[in-house]
């Protein structure tokens, strides 16, 4: 077989890749790389990127994945085996963990969520329309919740990309996984607060008012309330928050009385599109009917 200066350097090659710091790969990054060291590598200008990963795939472990979303396909090369919220964290700059999956990695249920929830924010808006009175807010929870399609399959999971309000990273933390990869998430104050806006990406109502109870040991309600401040929603969420701290049971009226105190000037609602429900006069919140 003859020998060639890539299969000379093929110790050299799988020694950098090794010693990287991330383990996921756009086809960008690797065009980098080989621009970067193809000079020590003593490769000829000929190996083309595609040449150069070809050889990546049949002789080190480099893998090649595919992420097939609706408007787009998302290609990324993966250093041996890497968990799905590594690669997933790859797909969009500085996006993180959110709702169901933010409540997966805190512990906030005894589900295993099939659907991984990653937020990539919308840039900052100029001009915010604040203007609210109560018949656009009826208008608004009498329809259905508009429901993100941007999804791809991945093995036996689903990863679904919001593009959620610029929040300038509000509230994001990073945690180790379960096999010692960085993971970026919301923290727990900021998870309540976006599986309270959408229930929908974490699993219901119910869901949610489970994870109010979960989270009692681990949530700072004076941070809760100073980032539901932060973060300055036009809707009046903060009666929802409000209504599952108190529906919860598990938390001291003192706390509770922390976001009782913001203004409520509106009748709102827990959930879009009820059919049946009741309504709680000390928040000023309709929710379903036997909740």
């Known amino acids: 077989m003859r020998v060639t200066r890539i299969n000379i350097a093929k110790a050299d090659i799988i020694s950098l890749f090794e010693g990287l710091p991330k383990r996921v790969h756009k086809h960008s990054d690797i065009r980098q790389t080989l621009s970067d060291n193809r000079g020590f590598w003593r490769l000829a200008m000929s190996t083309t990127v595609d040449a150069f990963i070809s050889f990546l795939l049949d ?10 979303f609706p408007h ?26 959110t709702h169901y999956t933010a409540v997966y990695l805190h512990e906030l249920t005894d589900q295993v969520p099939k659907t991984i929830y990653l937020n990539h924010e919308q840039p900052p808006k100029r001009h915010r329309d604040s203007d609210l009175d109560q018949a656009r807010i009826d208008m608004a929870f009498r329809r259905p919740v508009r429901i993100s399609k941007n999804i791809a399959g991945y093995d036996d999971q689903r990863i679904c990309l919001l593009n959620g309000m610029h929040t300038g990273g509000t509230g994001v933390v990073e945690i180790r996984g379960r096999v010692g990869e960085t993971i970026r998430v919301t923290n727990v104050e ?30 700072s309600v004076n941070k809760l309330a100073a980032t539901l401040v932060k973060l300055n929603y036009i809707y009046p969420y903060h009666q929802a928050v409000g209504f599952y701290l108190e529906k919860a049971g598990v938390y001291k009226q003192s706390l509770i009385d922390l976001v009782h105190r913001f203004e409520k000037k509106f009748d709102f609602y827990l ?15 309709f929710f379903p009917k036997g909740f």
Not at 75 to 94: F, Q
Not at 275 to 280: E, I, L
């Open 59 to 68: 002789e080190t472990k480099l893998k090649k994945l595919r992420l097939d």
């Open 72 to 97: 787009r396909t998302e290609i990324r090369y993966t250093w041996g085996d890497v968990s799905t919220y590594e690669l997933a964290l790859s797909l969009r700059p500085n996006c993180y963990y």
């Open 190 to 219: 900021r998870t309540l607060i976006d599986i309270t806006v959408r229930p929908v990406y974490a699993g219901g109502v119910f869901e949610v008012l489970k994870a109010y109870r979960l989270a009692k040991d681990k949530v």
């Open 271 to 285: 959930v879009h599109n009820m059919k049946d429900v009741d309504y709680s006069k000390q928040w000023r919140l």
